[in-house]
């Protein structure tokens, strides 16, 4: 069996920043905790394996790069809707 490995990136965006900055990042276990955590927290979580690679190339707290801010405005989107959505 050639399962891949699982993989997460968090993200975070403060208002006073210029953009969403990498908090977290791991493989296999550390990938799981991050989950977990986002879980217990009622985080959305958006699976989406190219973004992950592509992120996945930023350190920690490092901000993402001007060429992926359409993409991961729409993860923002995605977060925001299923916060209204759970709100109702």
């Known amino acids: 069996m050639n399962e891949k490995r699982r993989e997460a990136i968090a993200l975070s965006y403060q208002e006073q920043e210029a953009a969403p900055k990498v908090v977290a990042k791991g493989k296999g276990f550390v990938a799981d905790n991050i989950l977990e955590k ?38 923002f989107a995605f977060i925001y809707k299923s916060d209204q959505d759970f709100k109702k």
Not at 45 to 70: G, T
């Open 38 to 75: 986002a879980k217990e927290g009622d985080v959305p979580v958006q699976e989406d394996a190219s973004l992950v690679e592509l992120l996945s190339e930023l350190n920690i707290n490092e901000q993402i790069p001007e060429e992926l801010y359409h993409v991961v405005a729409e993860v």
